[in-house]
């Protein structure tokens, strides 16, 4: 049975796909904290409801980005974490934190990597004319979004599409391919 820890910092939509996949598909793994550096991300109740372990480590209480990771790292390695899965987690990683984890960390981005790494990928999609947007699973490394890729989805841009339309359409992708992807480590874990 494989522990995985999921970090979120807002609402935690993938999170509970992942949540939803692991019961309904019946993973040979258990999702044993939901954590984050918001105290009022609603992705935390959601979690508490189902019986999740969950933990708010607020970032702004810690003075520099070493002391926020190191504290993570204490509370997360108490969950002998097979696998941790940033989820909608808005915080840069140190690479010491990257490292203690290396091989065992992912996360989802919404583009078509190595196409807009950082912020704001969708409007950057329109603005560049580009005719598809997408989203991307990948292993997280200290170089932000850019990471070994585990899977990927494009979606078409439609003309007239505004930046939220295109967040729809993507998030929709993220739901399936998320827990897609992670269904296939836990398998390659197994083997
Ligand atoms: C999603 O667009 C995801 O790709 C990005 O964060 C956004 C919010 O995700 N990583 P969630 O609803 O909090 O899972």
Known sequence: MKNIVILISGRGSNMISIVEACEQEQWNARIVAVISNNPNAAGLFWAQNKGIE?????????????????????KIDNFAPDLIVLAGFMRILTPGFVTHYEGRIINIHPSLLPLFPGLNTHQRALDAGHTHAGVTVHRVTAELDH??????????????DTEEDIAARVLIEEHQLYPQVIRKLLKDMES
């Open 147 to 160: 990471g070994p890729i585990l899977g990927q989805v494009a979606v078409p841009i439609f003309a007239g």
């Open 54 to 74: 969950t933990l708010a480590i607020d970032h702004k209480n810690y003075s520099t980005r070493e002391d926020f990771d190191h504290e993570m790292m204490t």
